[in-house]
């Protein structure tokens, strides 16, 4: 039987990058005595850099509230990378991946900078090799490449982007893709292999019987 390996998305997956958001600008406005209006006028800078750069850098996002807003460089990094903030977010534990590990070695497929990426997942830096990690402005693009490393495991990809998912089917249809499916975000004629409500679902899932090994089907 060969290896098997579990891709995990970060955001949505392993983080909870909503969350996050939702914390720093509460934080922010408080800190700043900043109204309503002003705190939405903040929120809409994430959306100016993800249209700006395809993918949300941190870096970016930064500059523009200080260009913006009236607070010293080191508060507002210190505000940002607070470390309760990102422990906080987590949506698995170190229990969890310990289960995975016992089936699958753990990989992350993600999107994003990736000094900021790697920072959700900084507590459990001991689950990952840094040759498993992938982290990409634009991962569909990187689909192939990925799977080449990998011809001989089984792979799983667990993300709650359906077209990421649909991307690596038609690629490899031997890859078992997991949807973690938001509210009312899953299409009717979603193709992933399984569908579940929350990332603790999956250790279940994979002691069921799932695709034939890769090898012994050739």
Not at 113 to 139: H, M, P
Request: net charge negative.
């Amino acid at each position: 039987m060969s290896q098997a390996i579990v891709f995990f998305d970060i955001d949505g997956v392993i983080f909870d990058a909503k969350k996050f958001f939702i914390s720093f600008y509460e934080k922010f406005a408080h800190v700043n005595n900043l109204t309503n209006e002003q705190t939405e006028k903040l929120k809409e800078l994430y959306g100016e850099v993800k249209k700006e750069k395809g993918f949300f850098d941190p870096q970016v996002f930064l500059a523009k509230i200080l260009s913006q807003y009236s607070i010293a460089k080191e508060d507002l990094e210190r505000l940002w990378w607070d470390e309760k903030s990102f422990r906080e977010c987590l949506l698995v534990d170190e229990d969890f991946l310990k289960q995975i590990q016992e089936k699958a070695i753990i990989g992350i497929f993600s999107k994003g900078e990736i000094n900021f990426q790697k920072k959700k997942i900084e507590k459990f830096a001991s689950f990952f090799k840094s040759q498993d990690i992938y982290i990409f402005e634009d991962k569909i693009v990187k689909i192939n490449e990925v799977l080449a490393k990998y011809k001989n495991y089984q792979i799983y990809v667990v993300d709650d982007n359906v077209d990421v998912l649909e991307s690596f089917k038609q690629i490899d249809n031997l890859v078992y893709t997991v949807l973690i499916r938001e509210e009312q975000t899953e299409s009717s004629n979603n193709k992933t292999d399984s569908v579940i409500d929350n990332v603790l679902q999956l250790v279940p899932l994979l002691t069921q019987k799932l695709p034939l090994n890769r090898l012994e089907i050739f």
